[in-house]
């Protein structure tokens, strides 16, 4: 079913859960205060926002997710959010929520934050971008509650030549197309659409062309295909890389894609490195940025001084800069949301410096303070990994997975404990299969196992597990597995959507 228009008949066939105007998600997690957050009965929040004649905000996320956290401690507890937020209906979908994956499955919301504003007919609006300058969302927000036509109609007006207001390109240069998930173009067809659409914005309003245009390059960048025209590509770069807080996300999160994409040899390379590396260096030190993406930038700076030589020293200095950096973002960030955030991005900044020494104090400090401390444990997990200290690593996959939290996290805190098992572990064939045993269990006791991130998990568990079981006795125990997933499928009832995919992974598990 595709939701740019929700009908009554899935209103009504919804799975009502326990409705709840809620502070607090299930793990007892609070939600930024002031906005009286429906969760639960999705249903009942449509039938709500139709006859209140107002739009529905929804949100789709997770407590563990840095990005969400980010969200929560830049944008949700912002007064002037809180104020547009008595003009829609605002629902909170935690992705651990009872079918929380079948109403994702419906939804088309795959990763965490993803936020969709409806209208009062349930028809989709737009998809809001969860990694932008709270100014820039708040904007975007503004224009989907009074937009004439959702993003999907603007787009073929668009592209059809027709004349739009200013407000409409801009709903398009902010339109979220990470999250879009065929929602109005085709997966393999965005980068391609955003060129379309560079090509035909107007001059003017000049920044949201020059959005436009630096996204259809940024997405024609990560797929790796060849500019058209890189003296184009390069004057765009330019111009936004000369006023980078305009588009500091774009700037931040493509750098190293864009700057290979636009250099042919190593020196053009190194200079276009050095522009962007210098507007790094300001979004770095931009007060107004919120923490985590100023550690973003440096992030970024790091992969560009990796560029020309990937397996070369670090500048001792960029080094240090990273330590002081992160010591200093952790000393100064109290909020709790804030820090699940920056906490793992300092982490990561700092074994990508090589510090992770340093890495693991910052992790295991943090353990007895986050609210979700089994996402550390999955980088410490990595950090020992890197210095091939296989026990250490196998030990926080296993910590984190018992101490995850919730049916879709645990079941996808499992597999990577599972995955990290197969990789560094092969031999140890009662770990695997009491593993992939658990996590079998468990999806047999979750009510939707079997529908978006769950299943995509178990889907990966199995491939995993087909590839680790060829010698006969690892091929037994891979049998024995088959056959507990056949258990889990014969307790589905007839006609469940479910069934079929459990038999698939049954029978492919088989094979």
């Not at 984190?400 to 049916?407: D, I, L, V």
Request: net charge neutral.
């Amino acid at each position: 079913m595709k939701l740019t228009l929700i009908s009554l008949a899935f209103v009504a066939a919804s799975l009502a859960l326990p409705a709840q105007a809620a502070s607090a998600p299930a793990d007892g997690h609070a939600l930024p205060p002031g906005i009286a957050w429906l969760q639960g009965d999705v249903a009942a929040a449509f039938a709500k926002a139709k006859s209140e004649n107002k739009p529905l905000f929804l949100y789709w996320g997770a407590v563990w997710c840095p990005p969400c956290n980010q969200v929560k401690a830049t944008i949700f507890n912002r007064q002037d959010f809180i104020a547009r937020a008595r003009q829609f209906v605002p629902v909170y979908l935690d992705g651990d929520s009872p079918d929380a994956q079948k109403l994702g499955s419906e939804f088309k919301v795959r990763g965490y934050p993803t936020m969709i504003l409806f209208r009062p007919d349930g028809a989709e609006i737009t998809r809001l971008p969860g990694e932008v300058d709270p100014e820039r969302y708040l904007r975007t927000l503004e224009l989907g509650l009074v937009a004439a036509r959702p993003v999907k109609a603007l787009l073929r007006a668009a592209l059809d030549g027709d004349k739009l207001a200013d407000g409409d390109w801009q709903l398009l240069a902010d339109y979220s197309w990470d999250t879009d998930q065929a929602q109005i173009v085709p997966e393999k067809q965005v980068a391609a659409t955003l060129a379309r659409l560079a090509d035909k914005v107007p001059a003017q309003p000049a920044a949201t062309a020059q959005r436009l245009k630096l996204k259809a390059l940024a997405a024609a960048a990560s797929e790796e295909a060849p500019v058209a025209d890189r003296g184009q590509g390069l004057a765009v770069a330019r111009a936004a890389l000369a006023q980078p807080r305009a588009n500091a996300d774009i700037l931040i999160n493509s750098a190293a894609d864009i700057v290979k994409a636009l250099s042919a040899d190593g020196a053009e390379r190194q200079a276009l490195a050095a522009q962007w590396n210098a507007a790094l260096e300001k979004l770095a030190a931009d007060a107004g940025l919120s923490t985590a993406d100023r550690l973003g930038a440096l992030s970024s700076r790091l992969t560009l001084a990796r560029l020309n030589q990937p397996k070369g020293e670090l500048p001792r200095s960029l080094r240090e800069e990273v330590k002081q950096r992160v010591a200093a973002a952790d000393k100064a960030t109290a909020n709790p949301y804030e820090r699940q955030a920056v906490i793992t991005a300092g982490a990561d900044l700092l074994t990508q410096a090589g510090w992770l020494d340093e890495s693991d104090a910052l992790l295991k400090a943090e353990l007895g303070r986050s609210h979700a401390p089994y996402y550390h444990m999955l980088i410490l997990a990595s950090n020992a990994k890197q210095r091939g200290d296989k026990a250490a690593a196998l030990d926080w996959y296993r910590q984190a997975y018992e101490a995850a939290n919730g049916p879709a996290t645990r079941l996808q805190w499992g597999v990577s404990y599972l995955s990290g098992a197969i990789e560094l572990a092969p031999a140890d064939e009662k770990r695997i299969e009491s593993t992939a045993s658990a996590i079998f269990k468990e999806a047999g006791g979750t009510p939707s196992a079997f529908y978006e991130r769950n299943r995509r998990s178990l889907e990966k568990a199995v491939n995993r597990l087909k590839a680790w079981g060829r010698q006969q006795q690892q091929a037994a125990a891979l049998a024995r597995l088959a056959g507990q997933l056949d258990e889990v499928c014969a307790k589905l009832p007839a006609g469940d959507p479910q069934k079929p995919v459990c038999e698939g992974l049954a029978l492919s598990a088989r094979s």
